[in-house]
């Protein structure tokens, strides 16, 4: 079996850095020799890693009774921080989904945390993360693997190959722009019981593992603006289960627990994390009429508000933030200075 070497993911932390993160050991055996006691102390793996595991309402699905992915360990997100919502429950919903139906999909609107719950869901199930952005002129090659070098001798799986022999989370970002090659490829293996066949190599029979699940996602409002197309009907009706996402505050409707994580990450005042907040809200609002070509995400708007806690004037900080964010055409941008300057008066 070839040799997986990835990078650890880290899942990015957004707004102020804290400190003090401790690693849980388990003790397997002791032993004591003369007078020599070595102690075996194993990293735990399971679904309790996660200092947020007992926020959500999880601990009957076990998505991999007594199996721990270690070879690919590595890829177990790690850090991620907590997903808020108004009581909509999406973390148990997917971590259901994946339990009774192995799959389920994310629809909603850029910047509402669909990626971020997708590795937060694996951390807190100890799964390991295979992501494939499908908007990225993703190729069969990338996904079911290659030859490289000269002669055939070097195969090397792709993404979803290696997914299907070591299991986890298959995490198709942007599912409706897939070219129809690679639909075409995936959809046997989406079946639950499907298999992969290798026909660019030997026609080995790739079977899924029995912990592979997949998530799928996609935004519905891009339409306008990047040409996404309708997701492949054969795709379509693989999945069971869908969920739509929003974001917490749009137009006059302003979340304070989306308030509160502000506050939370960027250490700044209530006043003007509500101010962050309402501009973010309105700007999302024209996002969803299209008027906007983005709306911003919590994420951005904490980034906004790190720079104001460090003394920057508002209007400048989010001149270097949403402003530019949102568009680098110049009447675009006017719109959304508007927009701040009706709050930050
Ligand atoms: N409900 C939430 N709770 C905590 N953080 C959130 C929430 N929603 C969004 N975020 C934060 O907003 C940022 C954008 O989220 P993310 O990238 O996951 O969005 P997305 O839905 O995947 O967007 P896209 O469709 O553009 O890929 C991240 O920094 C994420 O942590
Ligand atoms: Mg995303």
């Known amino acids: 079996m070839q040799k997986t070497k990835q990078k650890a993911v880290a899942y990015g932390h957004d707004g102020i850095r804290q400190q003090g993160i401790s690693k849980v050991e388990e003790v397997m055996s002791v032993k004591r020799k003369q007078n020599k006691i070595t102690v075996r102390l194993k990293k735990q793996r399971a679904m309790s890693k996660s200092p947020l595991y007992y926020k959500y309402d999880i601990q009957k699905y076990d998505l991999h009774p007594n199996y721990y992915f270690t070879e690919v360990e590595d890829l177990i997100p790690h850090g991620v921080p907590e997903y808020i919502d108004e009581g909509q429950h999406y973390v148990e919903r997917i971590v ?78 942007e599912a409706n722009m897939m070219k129809q090659d690679v639909a075409t490829r995936l959809n046997p293996v989406l079946d639950t019981r499907g298999h992969l066949v290798l026909t660019e190599k030997d026609n080995e029979i790739v079977p899924r593992h029995q912990y592979a699940y997949c998530i799928i996602s996609m935004n519905p409002f891009s339409a306008e603006f990047s040409g996404t197309k309708k997701l492949n ?37 209530e006043e003007t994390a509500y101010k962050i907040l309402r501009v973010g809200a309105e700007m999302r609002r024209q996002y969803k009429a299209g008027d906007l070509p983005y709306g911003p995400s919590v994420g951005d708007l904490i980034h906004w508000g790190v720079l104001i806690k460090d003394g920057i004037n508002p209007k400048m900080a989010a001149e270097e933030t949403i402003v530019a964010l949102t568009s680098d055409n110049a009447e675009v941008q006017d719109d959304v200075r508007r927009i701040i300057e009706s709050v930050f008066v």
């Open 96 to 173: 259901r989904a994946l339990y009774y139906f192995k799959q389920c999909a994310l629809i909603g609107p850029s910047g509402t945390g669909k990626t971020h719950i997708v590795y937060l869901v694996a951390e807190l199930t100890g799964l390991p993360v295979w992501e494939v952005n499908c908007g990225l002129q993703t190729s069969s090659y990338d996904l079911i693997g290659r030859f490289v070098g000269l002669g055939k001798e070097n195969w090397i799986d792709g993404q979803v190959t290696q997914w299907l022999r070591h299991g986890g989370i298959l995490y198709l970002d």
């Open 233 to 269: 009907a054969a795709f379509r009706r693989r999945m069971s289960v869908w969920i739509n996402f929003d974001y917490q505050s749009v137009g006059d409707k302003i979340s304070p627990r989306e308030a509160e994580l502000i506050m939370k990450r960027t250490q700044l005042d």
